[in-house]
T-cell receptor, first 117, second 114 residues
Framework: AQKITQTQPGMFVQEKEAVTLDCTYD???????LFWYKQPSSGEMIFLIY??????QNATEGRYSLNFQKARKSANLVISASQLGDSAMYFC??????????????FGKGTKLSVIP | EAQVTQNPRYLITVTGKKLTVTCSQN?????MSWYRQDPGLGLRQIYY???????DKGDVPEGYKVSRKEKRNFPLILESPSPNQTSLYFC?????????????FGPGTRLTVL
């Protein structure tokens, strides 16, 4: 079964500090993709970063980086130099190949990040 | 501007009154899907469509219908809404069913069923 686990319902971080949001996954599919999305209080889902299961290097996008540890089945999001605008809900998601002949996306339950001035 | 649009953004209705939430994308994407988001449960897929006239159930399809008569539109239909369908709904699309395509989300529709 495909599963994403985010064990931190909520986190606080001081402005300008770095923070790591945890994500572990479970899949038997050798080819999969891992995504992080940000959901601010306004509700929209914003794509942040992607890591493919065969990618040799950890993905980075500006202040976001993905700490991909394949053997541990973890894909933690690292946000450097936190800003007040980073306060939001963050979702980890995994794309896997479904039996219906397409790739599907399954989501974790989310982590609410609050940045303190 | 490339985007996924949903209407309405907010809706309050009563039990049993049929409603449709529209979803449209202007990126010529083959794949579209609907999710619902509930506190503590994350996003769960309701239905998805791999192309025109091709739809399939996601994880929580009960009480919902969809259709894909044209590539850009993927409406979500609640024939007889019930209070347990009160939720935040997202439509999403991506170019194809390829594993490397990024999925884009609409702005969300907040539905309350009284």
């Amino acid at each position: 079964a495909q599963k994403i686990t985010q064990t931190q319902p909520g986190m606080f971080v001081q402005e300008k500090e770095a923070v790591t949001l945890d994500c572990t996954y479970d899949t038997s599919d050798p080819s999969y993709g891992l995504f992080w999305y940000k959901q601010p209080s306004s509700g929209e889902m914003i794509f942040l970063i992607y890591q493919g299961s065969y990618d040799q290097q950890n993905a980075t996008e500006g202040r976001y980086s993905l700490n991909f540890q394949k053997a541990r089945k973890s894909a933690n999001l690292v946000i450097s130099a936190s800003q007040l605008g980073d306060s939001a809900m963050y979702f980890c998601a995994m794309r896997y190949f479904s039996g219906a002949g397409s790739y599907q996306l399954t989501f974790g339950k989310g982590t609410k990040l609050s940045v303190i001035p | 501007e490339a985007q996924v649009t949903q209407n309405p953004r907010y809706l309050i209705t009563v039990t049993g009154k049929k409603l449709t939430v529209t979803c449209s994308q202007n990126m010529n994407h083959e794949y579209m899907s609907w999710y619902r988001q509930d506190p503590g449960l994350g996003l769960r897929q309701i239905y998805y469509s791999m192309n025109v006239e091709v739809t399939d159930k996601g994880d929580v399809p009960e009480g919902y219908k969809v259709s894909r008569k044209e590539k850009r539109n993927f409406p979500l239909i609640l024939e007889s809404p019930s209070p347990n369908q009160t939720s935040l709904y997202f439509c999403a699309s991506r170019l194809s069913t390829s594993s490397t395509d990024t999925q884009y989300f609409g702005p969300g529709t907040r539905l309350t069923v009284l």
